[in-house]
């Protein structure tokens, strides 16, 4: 009989996109110097007027990996002030996020299906299981996020492509 585990369908995704951006920074970083552009004018840019610019992509997709490890692992999330500014500082924070995400035990997300998962304050708020809030909140804002990083980087003419977002898994 094969057993489900929450872990492996939660820690070990994060980490690959995680670590996928990480490495794209690397490349925008060095696509800004080559090109002498203005990293802020790649950091502070959106795809659309009333979408959040690329700095806060990265952010809310550390964010969302964070939450759910610490969510799923019955653990209080930890807070992150968002003040990076460069492209050095977002990597620091998907690297902070990677070891967080590393340091909660597997075993306390082991199990965790059925956990009730509560988000959000007042109006917000939105009840959960485990593996409800995994599958359809914190993965599709995860990947929302991540994926819309990726697209602003792409689209200011960064030579990177489908493997480079996917990883190494």
Known sequence: ????????????????????????????????????????????????????????????????????????????????????????????????????IDSVPQASIEGSEERAITTGSGEKTKHFTGQTYLFHYAFPHFFFHATTAYDILRHNGLDIGKKNFIGTY
């Not at 007027?49 to 610490?70: E, S, V, Y």
Request: aromatic residues 10%; hydrophobic residues 45%.
């Open 1 to 100: 009989m094969t057993t489900f585990s929450m872990y492996t369908a939660s820690i070990p995704v994060f980490k690959q996109i995680l670590n996928s951006l990480h490495a794209i920074l690397e490349k925008a970083e060095a696509h800004a110097a080559e090109k002498k552009i203005d990293p802020n004018a790649l950091l502070q840019f959106r795809l659309f007027p009333d979408m959040l610019p690329f700095t806060r992509q990265i952010q809310i997709a550390c964010d969302f990996a964070k939450g759910a490890a610490a969510r799923l692992g019955g653990l209080e999330v930890p807070s992150y002030e968002d003040s990076e500014m460069t492209f050095a500082e977002l990597k620091a924070r998907i690297v902070k996020t990677l070891a967080y």
